[in-house]
């Protein structure tokens, strides 16, 4: 099964080609002759959260609007708990990101001036359903960049909190991968398939967040003891039932309100945060006043059509069922319902605990888009201009360090090195045709855990102290029975270590949800114990993992226009 061993040498590393992972090559590769190796375990033409394309831009800067108006907006929507620096950081920069894809070849909708087509006090309209092959075409002409694709990179390569590159195999040719790398930047995504989805059996991976983001980015840094911060801001996403297509193309582009079976307008009874969203539809359901829609019925059919052009660009299941069905979103109310929670760095504040050039506290170690923690509200062009933000800093300390030592030949990286192929020799010999079937009993049991006793759909998002106590103890004990599996192909391994990476994501994600005793976000983190919000809440929840368990403590708020560095 596994092959050859290839051990390469390069400047940066970047892991994950999606987003943050293609910007911060371009930026790198753009303003300096350092060596790039993308690490990428699909393909970079259509990886990550933008394989099938976006309608709308949803962090932009408009005319009339200014860095601060964002900042607030974001700081509103995560009940305060977000990095102030980190939020001013990225958004000085997103505008820029955009002017750069259109240089590339993205088509910007404009109007009779010219001007960016608005949808709302933050967004912009584009033809975005080759917006990641346009950006992948852009990295793979960069003279000093090797892109990889089909590459797993399951282990970080750490010595006294400094890393030296990472290990991983390629999917279809068994090749094990030893990349020693000066810089390392993670652009992994976020975490899907921990809770149990809307969606059962063969259509579990009907999902609102890409399901082959599984985690794995926050798993590596967990377990070489990196900080993480806020994974308890989990996001849940408000989708159209069914389908799981978005609901602010609706909500915003025809100005839809969120209604009960009785026709009532319940947005102002719960408010219009994000998290309010979703925690007024689930209760109008539990207090018997559902199904729950947004209210589309009477629209102009040139509204209709406008919808159905829309979700033909990201979701066409949803414009399929409307032709299918002969009903359009004019003629009936489109249901909606909550998914399954999510951990993603570019929705809420959970991620890796980061300085304002994005360098984790591992030293070299930077995060980009979903992995990184602190800044809510990023979307797609919050992704872009953190990968540049990375990539700007590690361009000044390639140009002012220079050529850096080999550590290959130490005796503590080839005992590294031979840990990770040893792991990887007990994992395979599998011989039978079970061994997949094993792995997804596994995924399911630890998804049964999260649903019931972390807060899942079937729980109305709800957690209590003792439902996370036994859930801790049940994901202990399957975690240790997963070390046992062994894979009998090259993609079940691949599925073996994404199961793995999201059970050390779903522990320490119950570890962070013990660690806050209030409810500050609804849904979100709805903890029955503590069901109010506490002026003691005002401060991070981050975590380290040391010696097999989660030590979770709190840090004060960065205030507003303060800056905060690992030096600090």
């Given at each position: 099964?596994?092959?050859?061993?290839?051990?390469?040498?390069?400047?940066?590393?970047?892991?994950?080609?999606?987003?943050?992972?293609?910007?911060?090559?371009?930026?790198?590769?753009?303003?300096?002759?350092?060596?790039?190796?993308?690490?990428?375990?699909?393909?970079?033409?259509?990886?990550?959260?933008?394989?099938?394309?976006?309608?709308?831009?949803?962090?932009?800067?408009?005319?009339?609007?200014?860095?601060?108006?964002?900042?607030?907006?974001?700081?509103?929507?995560?009940?305060?708990?977000?990095?102030?620096?980190?939020?001013?950081?990225?958004?000085?920069?997103?505008?820029?990101?955009?002017?750069?894809?259109?240089?590339?070849?993205?088509?910007?909708?404009?109007?009779?001036?010219?001007?960016?087509?608005?949808?709302?006090?933050?967004?912009?309209?584009?033809?975005?359903?080759?917006?990641?092959?346009?950006?992948?075409?852009?990295?793979?002409?960069?003279?000093?960049?090797?892109?990889?694709?089909?590459?797993?990179?399951?282990?970080?390569?750490?010595?006294?909190?400094?890393?030296?590159?990472?290990?991983?195999?390629?999917?279809?040719?068994?090749?094990?991968?030893?990349?020693?790398?000066?810089?390392?930047?993670?652009?992994?995504?976020?975490?899907?398939?921990?809770?149990?989805?809307?969606?059962?059996?063969?259509?579990?991976?009907?999902?609102?967040?890409?399901?082959?983001?599984?985690?794995?980015?926050?798993?590596?840094?967990?377990?070489?003891?990196?900080?993480?911060?806020?994974?308890?801001?989990?996001?849940?996403?408000?989708?159209?039932?069914?389908?799981?297509?978005?609901t602010g193309t609706i909500a915003q582009g025809v100005g839809a309100k969120q209604i009960n079976g009785l026709g009532e307008n319940y947005?102002?009874?719960?408010?219009?945060?994000?998290?309010?969203?979703?925690?007024?539809?689930?209760?109008?359901?539990?207090?018997?006043?559902?199904?729950?829609?947004?209210?589309?019925?009477?629209?102009?059919?040139?509204?209709?059509?406008?919808?159905?052009?829309?979700?033909?660009?990201?979701?066409?299941?949803?414009?399929?069922?409307?032709?299918?069905?002969?009903?359009?979103?004019?003629?009936?109310?489109?249901?909606?319902?909550?998914?399954?929670?999510?951990?993603?760095?570019?929705?809420?504040?959970?991620?890796?605990?980061?300085?304002?050039?994005?360098?984790?506290?591992?030293?070299?170690?930077?995060?980009?888009?979903?992995?990184?923690?602190?800044?809510?509200?990023?979307?797609?062009?919050?992704?872009?201009?953190?990968?540049?933000?990375?990539?700007?800093?590690?361009?000044?300390?390639?140009?002012?360090?220079?050529?850096?030592?080999?550590?290959?030949?130490?005796?503590?990286?080839?005992?590294?090195?031979?840990?990770?192929?040893?792991?990887?020799?007990?994992?395979?010999?599998?011989?039978?045709?079970?061994?997949?079937?094993?792995?997804?009993?596994?995924?399911?049991?630890?998804?049964?855990?999260?649903?019931?006793?972390?807060?899942?759909?079937?729980?109305?998002?709800?957690?209590?102290?003792?439902?996370?106590?036994?859930?801790?103890?049940?994901?202990?004990?399957?975690?240790?029975?997963?070390?046992?599996?062994?894979?009998?192909?090259?993609?079940?391994?691949?599925?073996?270590?994404?199961?793995?990476?999201?059970?050390?994501?779903?522990?320490?994600?119950?570890?962070?949800?013990?660690?806050?005793?209030?409810?500050?976000?609804?849904?979100?983190?709805?903890?029955?114990?503590?069901?109010?919000?506490?002026?003691?809440?005002?401060?991070?929840?981050?975590?380290?993992?040391?010696?097999?368990?989660?030590?979770?403590?709190?840090?004060?708020?960065?205030?507003?226009?303060?800056?905060?560095?690992?030096?600090?």
């Amino acid at each position: 099964m596994l092959g050859k061993k290839e051990r390469l040498r390069t400047d940066v590393l970047i892991i994950g080609g999606g987003t943050a992972g293609c910007y911060a090559a371009l930026t790198i590769g753009k303003t300096s002759d350092a060596r790039i190796i993308v690490a990428e375990k699909a393909h970079i033409k259509r990886s990550g959260c933008l394989a099938a394309g976006v309608n709308a831009i949803n962090c932009y800067i408009l005319p009339n609007r200014t860095v601060q108006d964002y900042v607030d907006y974001a700081t509103k929507d995560a009940e305060g708990i977000v990095r102030d620096d980190l939020l001013r950081t990225m958004c000085e920069r997103v505008n820029g990101t955009v002017h750069e894809l259109e240089r590339l070849g993205l088509v910007i909708l404009k109007d009779d001036q010219g001007n960016y087509v608005a949808r709302g006090n933050r967004n912009i309209k584009i033809n975005g359903e080759n917006i990641k092959p346009i950006l992948a075409s852009a990295v793979e002409s960069l003279e000093h960049c090797q892109v990889i694709n089909q590459l797993v990179i399951t282990d970080y390569i750490v010595k006294d909190n400094r890393i030296y590159g990472a290990v991983g195999f390629h999917k279809e040719t068994g090749t094990i991968y030893e990349i020693e790398a000066t810089y390392v930047i993670c652009a992994t995504g976020g975490a899907s398939g921990i809770y149990k989805p809307n969606n059962p059996g063969f259509s579990r991976h009907k999902m609102w967040y890409s399901p082959f983001n599984t985690g794995a980015g926050y798993a590596m840094g967990i377990l070489q003891g990196a900080e993480m911060t806020t994974l308890e801001m989990r996001f849940i996403a408000l989708r159209c039932k069914d389908t799981i297509a978005p609901t602010g193309t609706i909500a915003q582009g025809v100005g839809a309100k969120q209604i009960n079976g009785l026709g009532e307008n319940y947005e102002s009874v719960y408010g219009i945060t994000t998290s309010q969203r979703v925690y007024g539809t689930v209760q109008e359901q539990v207090e018997g006043r559902g199904p729950c829609y947004l209210g589309t019925k009477g629209i102009s059919p040139d509204q209709e059509q406008d919808l159905l052009k829309a979700y033909l660009n990201m979701a066409p299941s949803q414009t399929l069922r409307w032709v299918e069905r002969g009903q359009g979103p004019a003629t009936e109310n489109v249901e909606i319902e909550g998914t399954e929670p999510y951990i993603v760095g570019g929705h809420t504040a959970s991620g890796y605990w980061v300085d304002t050039h994005r360098e984790t506290t591992i030293t070299n170690l930077f995060a980009a888009g979903d992995v990184a923690g602190g800044a809510p509200q990023k979307y797609v062009t919050g992704a872009l201009a953190e990968g540049e933000i990375a990539g700007d800093e590690i361009v000044r300390r390639y140009q002012d360090q220079g050529e850096v030592p080999s550590v290959g030949n130490e005796p503590w990286y080839k005992e590294a090195i031979d840990a990770i192929l040893k792991r990887y020799v007990a994992q395979q010999g599998a011989n039978d045709d079970s061994t997949l079937v094993r792995i997804e009993e596994q995924e399911q049991r630890l998804q049964d855990i999260m649903d019931i006793y972390a807060g899942g759909i079937s729980q109305a998002y709800k957690y209590t102290e003792e439902s996370l106590g036994i859930a801790k103890s049940k994901l202990q004990a399957l975690a240790k029975d997963v070390e046992q599996l062994q894979a009998n192909t090259l993609h079940e391994l691949s599925y073996l270590y994404e199961l793995r990476d999201r059970i050390v994501v779903g522990r320490a994600l119950v570890a962070h949800l013990e660690g806050r005793k209030e409810t500050r976000w609804h849904s979100f983190g709805e903890h029955g114990d503590y069901p109010n919000c506490s002026d003691d809440g005002l401060v991070y929840v981050n975590s380290v993992y040391q010696d097999g368990e989660f030590q979770v403590f709190q840090r004060p708020l960065v205030e507003k226009g303060d800056t905060y560095e690992h030096t600090n």
